[in-house]
């Protein structure tokens, strides 16, 4: 029977606890900011003029999140990533309690921009860590077993979250779906994602599973990089710029619409706090399951068609979730949106690195997750705007036409090319 190291069981329950804590701060973080009134306000920046706080604030952490990232990836090769999940987690919790305890334009934008670099070390760092403390035989099931929890735990974390405000509201005797209750969510989530530090503290069992060869020495101090090195970085690149086409689009149409769903179902068909958590719990568990799914569906049409085939059946869903007249139909629907638009993304990294030379796949791989965040920069400012101007419907428009090209950008570069 295959068993998992102390430190992997460690950190499955770092991972869980820290996705449930952000689960129910990501349910109420929109909510909050329209109960808060900055749907209505704006702050002036320089160079860029008046932009949407309620745009600002759900992009900012994706900008800083992008700016942070190469120096937390040298910080992490240094400090191991123990300690970067520990403080990714307590940065994660700083940012909630200061989100819950200042909620005035400052202070927002502040812890914000601390949940950016929060989200990347823990990027930066599962992975490495979970590879230090496995060995072959276990890997994989670690690996699998970290991406199911994430998404039950997500789910589950979505639905008990539905009931936070009410519970609160009522024990200290808060309007329902006010500010006050949804900061006191905040608070009950910097709770959980603090509690995720815990498991990782201390030394006991941690020693690391013999790893492979160490790689060969580098070049002496002062030494400059060789031409080879260079040369292969930027094949590495050209390979990927094919592969960035798509996630790449799918990101500015998404950074549209999927984070502000909330509002939507709740200005749209007045969804109360227990349904709009039953509802995202429904879409994480759906895409979950239908993700085990797409392997049997790429047995028939192969990876990158099954891909063209579930992105484009998820335009007319998107598109009927914009025209659904109650909030059940629209429910329903979006499930079906979110499951086809994302069952087949392990299938679109796997056929990324097929065809990809080995050494090029982690900046193959790096480029994609860069491109799939770049749309959320400037994304939400947009759609902040739009919304205050002319409501959801441009919305679902932008971002159909924006899920087309992606899936016509794949049929062009990946099918139709092979097909010749």
Same mark, same amino acid.
């Given at each position: 029977m295959l068993t998992l190291t102390r430190p992997a069981r460690h950190y499955l329950v770092h991972a869980s606890l820290l996705t449930f804590g952000l689960a129910i701060s990501s349910l109420f973080y929109n909510l909050l900011l329209v109960a808060l009134g900055y749907d209505e306000r704006a702050i002036a920046l320089p160079f860029l003029g008046e932009l949407s706080l309620l745009g600002l604030l759900n992009g900012l952490p $994706?900008?800083?999140?992008?700016?942070?990232?190469? &120096?937390?990836?040298?910080? $992490?090769?240094?400090?191991?990533?123990?300690?970067?999940? $520990?403080?990714? @987690? !307590?940065?994660?919790?700083?940012?909630?309690?200061? *989100?819950?305890?200042? &909620?005035?334009?400052?202070?927002?934008?502040l812890c914000a921009a601390m949940s950016g670099p929060a989200s990347v070390l823990f990027q930066v760092s599962a992975a %490495?860590?979970?590879?230090?403390?496995?060995?072959? *035989?276990?890997?994989?099931?670690?690996?699998?077993?970290?991406?199911?929890?994430?998404i039950g735990v997500a789910g589950v974390g979505s639905l008990v979250g539905g009931l936070v405000p009410g519970l609160l509201a009522a024990n200290f005797q808060l309007p329902p779906e006010s500010a006050a209750a949804y900061r006191a969510t905040f608070v009950v989530a910097a709770a959980c994602t603090a509690l995720a530090a815990l498991p990782l503290l201390g030394r006991a069992g941690s020693r690391p599973v013999p790893a492979s060869p160490p790689p060969a020495p580098r070049a002496a101090h002062g030494e400059a990089a060789s031409p080879g090195a260079v040369r292969q970085l930027l094949g590495a690149i050209r390979a990927g710029l094919p592969f960035m086409v798509s996630p790449l689009l799918i990101s500015c149409g998404a950074a549209l619409l999927i984070p502000f769903l909330n509002l939507y179902f709740r200005e749209r068909f007045g969804a109360p706090d227990t349904a709009l958590g039953a509802i995202f719990a429904a879409i994480?568990?759906?895409?979950?399951?239908? /993700?085990? @799914?797409? %392997?049997?569906?790429?047995?028939?049409?192969?990876?990158?068609?099954?891909? $063209?085939? /579930?992105?484009?059946?998820?335009?007319?869903?998107?598109?009927? !979730?914009?025209?659904?007249?109650t909030l059940w139909v629209a429910a329903a629907v979006a499930l079906a949106r979110g499951a086809l638009m994302n069952m087949a993304a392990p299938l679109y990294d796997a056929y990324a690195m097929e065809r990809s030379p080995e050494p090029a796949r982690p900046t193959v791989i790096g480029l994609i997750n860069g491109a799939f965040a770049a749309g959320y920069v400037v994304g939400p400012a947009v759609s902040a705007e739009v919304q205050r101007s002319y409501g959801f419907g441009p919305l679902f428009v932008a971002t159909a036409g924006f899920y087309a090209c992606a899936a016509l950008a794949n049929y062009l570069l990946f099918l139709r090319r092979r097909a010749d």
């Amino acid at each position: 029977m295959l068993t998992l190291t102390r430190p992997a069981r460690h950190y499955l329950v770092h991972a869980s606890l820290l996705t449930f804590g952000l689960a129910i701060s990501s349910l109420f973080y929109n909510l909050l900011l329209v109960a808060l009134g900055y749907d209505e306000r704006a702050i002036a920046l320089p160079f860029l003029g008046e932009l949407s706080l309620l745009g600002l604030l759900n992009g900012l952490p $994706v900008l800083v999140a992008g700016l942070s990232s190469l &120096p937390l990836w040298w910080l $992490v090769s240094r400090v191991g990533p123990r300690p970067a999940l $520990v403080a990714g @987690a !307590l940065l994660h919790a700083g940012a909630l309690l200061g *989100a819950a305890l200042w &909620p005035e334009p400052v202070p927002l934008l502040l812890c914000a921009a601390m949940s950016g670099p929060a989200s990347v070390l823990f990027q930066v760092s599962a992975a %490495p860590f979970m590879m230090r403390h496995s060995d072959a *035989a276990g890997r994989d099931t670690l690996f699998a077993l970290s991406a199911g929890l994430n998404i039950g735990v997500a789910g589950v974390g979505s639905l008990v979250g539905g009931l936070v405000p009410g519970l609160l509201a009522a024990n200290f005797q808060l309007p329902p779906e006010s500010a006050a209750a949804y900061r006191a969510t905040f608070v009950v989530a910097a709770a959980c994602t603090a509690l995720a530090a815990l498991p990782l503290l201390g030394r006991a069992g941690s020693r690391p599973v013999p790893a492979s060869p160490p790689p060969a020495p580098r070049a002496a101090h002062g030494e400059a990089a060789s031409p080879g090195a260079v040369r292969q970085l930027l094949g590495a690149i050209r390979a990927g710029l094919p592969f960035m086409v798509s996630p790449l689009l799918i990101s500015c149409g998404a950074a549209l619409l999927i984070p502000f769903l909330n509002l939507y179902f709740r200005e749209r068909f007045g969804a109360p706090d227990t349904a709009l958590g039953a509802i995202f719990a429904a879409i994480g568990l759906a895409t979950g399951a239908a /993700t085990l @799914a797409a %392997p049997l569906l790429s047995r028939r049409l192969g990876k990158m068609g099954s891909v $063209v085939l /579930t992105q484009t059946l998820a335009i007319p869903c998107l598109l009927l !979730l914009g025209l659904a007249p109650t909030l059940w139909v629209a429910a329903a629907v979006a499930l079906a949106r979110g499951a086809l638009m994302n069952m087949a993304a392990p299938l679109y990294d796997a056929y990324a690195m097929e065809r990809s030379p080995e050494p090029a796949r982690p900046t193959v791989i790096g480029l994609i997750n860069g491109a799939f965040a770049a749309g959320y920069v400037v994304g939400p400012a947009v759609s902040a705007e739009v919304q205050r101007s002319y409501g959801f419907g441009p919305l679902f428009v932008a971002t159909a036409g924006f899920y087309a090209c992606a899936a016509l950008a794949n049929y062009l570069l990946f099918l139709r090319r092979r097909a010749d």
